[in-house]
């Protein structure tokens, strides 16, 4: 069983910087595939970000490349997701998850056996 808890969620205007943690327990993020999805009012939960299971390779939404960055802490065993340049349209609740199974991290929310409840980020304009 693993738990997840996410945070650093809130309020930024447009162009602003936020950094999101996911803290897990039950087992080590280390092993295992980790993501972040978002979900927007009306729309599918996306994936945002990935990071394999070795931890040597990571993997973004085309429009996130090169301002959002994930890494992780082996020792506080916990998921991060810096986000720079916010946009207005990225306004939604942010979800950490794991897959327990994969080596590589897949961007359908299917494959993932565990999820937190999720994080509210505001960008205003």
């Known amino acids: 069983q693993v738990q997840l808890v996410e945070s650093g969620g809130g309020l930024v205007h447009a162009g602003g910087s936020l950094r999101l943690s996911c803290a897990a327990s039950?087992?080590?993020?280390?092993?295992?595939?980790m993501a972040w999805f978002r979900q927007a009012p009306g729309k599918e939960r996306e994936f945002v970000a990935g990071i394999s299971r070795s931890g040597l390779n990571t993997y973004y939404k085309d429009s996130v490349k090169g301002r959002f960055a994930i890494s992780r802490d082996g020792a506080k065993n916990t998921v991060y997701l810096q986000m720079n340049s916010l946009k207005p349209e990225e306004t939604a609740v942010y979800y950490c998850a794991a897959d327990l199974g994969a080596a590589v991290p897949s961007r359908g929310t299917l494959e993932y056996d565990y999820w937190g409840q999720g994080t509210q980020v505001t960008v205003s304009s």
């Open positions: 039950g087992r080590t993020v280390n092993r295992y595939v």
